[in-house]
């Protein structure tokens, strides 16, 4: 039985990232005196809203209570380690899998930045003087001991005033979406919803009551093609790419994404439909992932000994010296390596002298937010920036869809359907304007759910 203090006084909810746009997912809950934010993400691509990550935030964060994770991508997590050095010193609850990848992705992101902060103060290319990295590895030092794994599936008591439960979501290992109980109402925050159908992961579960729902709608315009009939697009970009003499350079989340692209290629080679070439993983975020994969088991449906013979494949990069030295390789080889949108991460080392090869190909496997190299190439830009240089691009480009974490605008239709009673109040979340409009009508042709479309830093009164 659980106590629940019922404060009955007004509710409201402050939507701070992921409102009109993508990424830097957050939102404030405040119930009678207590505060609850829901993720904790950093806003990527667009240069105008990257700016918003350094802004002093509009409430204070000594302020609030805890801290509740869907899942560990950045655009979820980013934010934590700037929360704690701004003065945060609550809990930060999230699955197990979850926090663990949340600790790879902030000591990765902290490495980065402070290792970017350091090149650009060297060779002069930052606007600031000096540069600085955004929060660094003592940071998320002191956020990491915050972190308490919660079991998913279960009613778990925060602060009094919050029932909260993490229901398993796909989408990554660890995901969740995440039901909030207080003062008699069920808030649901859908975070990112995966894939009905997906070769690692698990279907979704899906909410049967919410009196306010958040949805995402990443592509709640869209329709997948099966993952399964993407494997014969990958086997043609791989054949294409080694009879040219080129290297496929693949763009890629650490997180699920690169474990994916891994047994796609793996389970290629096996059945002998692509040459056996050098295929390199250089993400240490991926290599620790890949650690992650196998002590959660429970999370996915890749087999013990699948995962070591798909390992046993590719060559894990170690350290920054490997990269340079095969970016130079001319020998034809596929390379996986972060970040997804190319906005950070090793990536950008082999475009610094493979940008210009024509031989070569780029092959984008995920989404590209607005603002992002990665978008911005999809858009046909024949110059790319790295390191402050602007360089030409050459290479073959290809993008396969079908392959996004992120379920599609029937399996987000479908996911509404177990809700037994409608929503009072229906906010759409974490999308692009076209794809959040594109979601709202379709909402309302199924199932007459009127919804809103929230700004950011709009604060709605539940």
């Known amino acids: ?45 667009l240069k105008e809203l990257r700016l918003l990550n350094w802004k002093q935030p509009e409430y ?9 994770l869907t899942h560990g991508h950045l655009d979820h997590t980013g934010y934590l380690a700037r929360l704690v050095k701004l003065g945060f010193k609550g809990k930060i609850y999230g699955s ?68 909260v439960r993490w229901q398993y979501n796909g989408h990554i290992i660890g995901s969740t979406f995440i039901e909030v109980e207080t003062n008699d109402s069920r808030l649901v925050f859908s975070g990112d919803i995966g894939r009905k159908k997906d070769l ?99 999370w996915h449906k890749l087999k013990p000994e699948e995962c070591d013979e798909m390992c046993s494949h590719f060559q894990v990069v170690s350290n920054y010296r490997e990269t340079l030295a095969l970016r130079e390789d001319n020998k034809s080889k596929i390379v996986i390596a972060g970040s997804g949108m190319m906005t950070g991460g090793r990536i950008l080392n082999y475009m610094e002298t493979r940008s210009g090869n024509s031989n070569d190909t780029l092959l984008f496997v995920g989404y590209q937010a607005e603002g992002t190299r990665g978008r911005k190439l999809l858009e046909g830009a024949t110059e790319i920036k790295v390191y402050g240089k602007w360089l030409p691009f050459n290479m073959q480009m290809e993008h396969i869809e079908g392959l996004s974490a992120h379920t599609d605008q029937n399996d987000l239709i479908d996911w509404l359907s177990e809700i037994k ?25 199924v199932y007459q759910w009127d919804s809103e479309i929230p700004q950011l830093n709009q604060k709605v009164e539940l």
């Not at 934010?37 to 990527?44: E, H, I, S, T």
């Not at 040219?244 to 796609?264: D, H, K, N, Y």
């Open 1 to 45: 039985m659980y106590c629940i203090e019922q404060m009955n006084e007004k509710m409201t909810i402050k939507f701070l990232g992921a409102a009109g746009t993508v990424t830097g997912s957050k939102y404030l809950l405040e119930s009678g005196n207590k505060k609850l934010m829901v993720d904790c993400g950093v806003f990527q691509g």
């Open 60 to 68: 204070d964060p000594t302020t609030i209570d805890a801290v509740v």
């Open 96 to 163: 197990a899998p979850t926090l663990k990848i949340a600790e790879i992705i902030l000591k990765d992101s902290a490495k980065i930045q402070e290792e970017e902060a350091a090149r650009a103060n060297k060779e002069g290319y930052s606007k600031h003087s000096p540069a600085e990295a955004f929060y660094d590895l003592k940071d998320v030092e002191n956020t990491i001991p915050l972190f308490h794994p919660v079991a998913e599936g279960k009613w778990h008591v925060i602060e009094n005033d919050f029932k």
């Open 200 to 298: 690692l992961l698990y279907t979704p579960k899906k909410p049967e009551k919410a009196d306010v729902l958040l949805i995402e709608s990443t592509y709640g315009g869209r329709i997948h093609p099966e993952e399964e009939s993407i494997i014969p697009e990958l086997e043609r970009i791989v054949n294409e790419t080694v009879e040219r003499g080129g290297s496929l350079f693949i763009p890629s989340f650490a997180v699920e994404r690169t474990q994916l692209m891994m047994l796609m290629l793996w389970r290629l080679l096996k059945e002998k439909k692509i040459p056996k070439i050098p295929m390199i993983m250089d993400s240490p975020m991926g290599a620790n992932v890949l650690h992650l994969f196998h002590a959660s088991r429970d």
């Open 421 to 445: 009673k409608q929503p009072e109040k229906v906010f759409i979340i974490h999308g692009e304007a076209e794809q959040a409009s594109a979601l709202q009508q379709h909402i309302k042709e």
